[in-house]
């Protein structure tokens, strides 16, 4: 018996409600209790702006300026309509040089060329070090690097004992 009513206990709480639902969730909602658990907007805490301190607007520029400004912006807008020079091609007039200050290469420089390497001997031997007058005796020349010698038949097949199957563990 206790365990009935232990169930019948839990079966409300088993069920869920949707907060779409949930006359509850609905008026706390409605009555703003789910706003007032939230963290106030940012800057909320200090005083409002104070519109008398606006700057005056600004001075009109006078009206060469705005005609430099017009004409300035007239002229890059009549460069950008000439077609475009490809990385490989010079600029025309350019002279390989790029306008600017200080002035820049129209070009990527060229690719660097490495030195070549000195050729190494593998059939001669170093050449032995040379006795300087003051040395007591001379050294002897380093040995000269020597290859292993190559076989010119394959080596000889296992023995038969150990072609077979591995012997069983005891």
Known sequence: MPAVLVAVGWLPAACSVPPELDPVAIYDR?????DAKRLPPP????PSPNLASIPPRPERPSPEFRQAVTDSLEKDRAQSRDPLVLRGEQARGAGGLAPGNPPMPAAPPPRPSLAAAPRIPWTESPAAPQATPGSARPTAPPAAPSLPAVPDAAPAPPPPELLGPPPRPR
């Not at 409605?30 to 789910?34: E, M, R």
């Open 43 to 46: 800057g909320m805490d200090r």
């Open 30 to 34: 409605i009555s703003g209790a789910d």
